[in-house]
């Protein structure tokens, strides 16, 4: 099993002479493995990540994003139902619970249906809180061990068969307060060409994050533009984010080099001629508003 993002199957096009990160940034808010490891009885054995990726360059915005007064607002996703440790996490799952005990291990069974990508998002608790996804297989974690409760919002992804669970505990005997929420991915696509204006209904469906993990995907051909531009760009900047990809990228549910949806900026087309996909996500699987328009670039 490993853990999102995966490795592409098809090198991206869009290369330019960057590196790209190794943990996932996704503006991920600051999670990642934390600097201590779970005592000897509590160790993850070895993990290949999917939050590892391969080196990706997706094409930078050439001007710095401006926002806008059109700037829409972030929406709160709808609350699921609070689930206990030893319950069963689903889409829409939120999770507020305390460890009161040195050396306690919250375990909560993961049961998201045909959904094999999710985010942990709105995540609180301190830098020694630990939580990790395994799959009951093998008892192998999901992707990076070690990672920390703190703050921010991960995404794993599952990929071998059977039941998986998440379990929650504290390094150096912390105990205290914790939460996250749980949210599937879903992406969406659309055909689009340059020149056309995207809001609510442009295409039909688009022009909102309706769900929590909710990914709209915008494929659209270059007709010989060497760049494109955002017009008018408009979604709670610091919520929604817009990316340049090659339109052969299969992994979208992780940022790689994401812009705030708001203002105008340049995006050249560093693969020349083809295919090309603009991706809107929430980094924090939030939800709301977008707009902006696609035109020729300089």
Not at 155 to 173: D, P, Q, Y
Request: net charge negative; glycine share 10%; charged share 20%.
């Amino acid at each position: 099993m490993t853990l999102s993002p995966t490795v592409s199957p098809t090198a991206s096009r869009l290369a330019k002479a960057a590196a790209a990160v190794a943990v996932v940034s996704l503006a991920l808010l600051g999670c990642g493995p934390a600097a201590t490891t779970p005592s000897a009885d509590e160790a993850a054995p070895e993990v290949v990540s999917v939050a590892s990726q391969d080196p990706t360059e997706a094409a930078q915005p050439e001007a710095s994003t401006e926002p806008t007064e059109t700037t829409q607002p972030a929406e709160e996703a709808a609350a699921g139902a609070t689930v206990q440790p030893g319950g069963t996490l689903v889409d829409g799952s939120v999770v507020s619970a305390e460890l009161t005990r040195a050396g306690q291990k919250d375990v909560y069974v993961i049961d998201l249906g045909e959904a094999r990508e999710f985010y942990v998002a709105d995540m609180n608790g301190t830098t020694d809180m630990q939580f990790q996804a395994f799959a009951d297989v093998d008892d192998e974690p999901v992707g990076l061990p070690n990672l920390s409760l703190s703050f921010g919002t991960w995404v794993f992804k599952l990929t071998k068969a059977g039941t998986h669970r998440l379990e929650v505990w504290g390094n150096n005997n912390t105990i205290g307060k914790y939460g996250f929420r749980i949210a599937t991915v879903k992406p969406r696509s659309f055909p689009v060409a340059i020149g056309m204006k995207i809001g609510e209904g442009s295409p039909a469906g688009a022009g909102r994050l309706d769900v929590s993990g909710r990914i709209d995907r915008f494929e659209f051909d270059s007709d010989g533009a060497t760049a494109v531009k955002v017009v008018g760009g408009a979604g709670a900047c610091t919520a929604i984010q817009l990316e340049l990809v090659d339109a052969a990228q299969a992994d979208i549910a992780n940022a790689r080099q994401p812009v705030p949806l708001c203002g105008d900026f340049d995006m050249p087309l560093s693969n020349g001629d083809g295919k090309y996909a603009l991706i809107v996500r929430s980094n924090t699987a939030k939800t709301g508003a977008y707009a902006f328009e696609l035109v020729r670039g300089g």
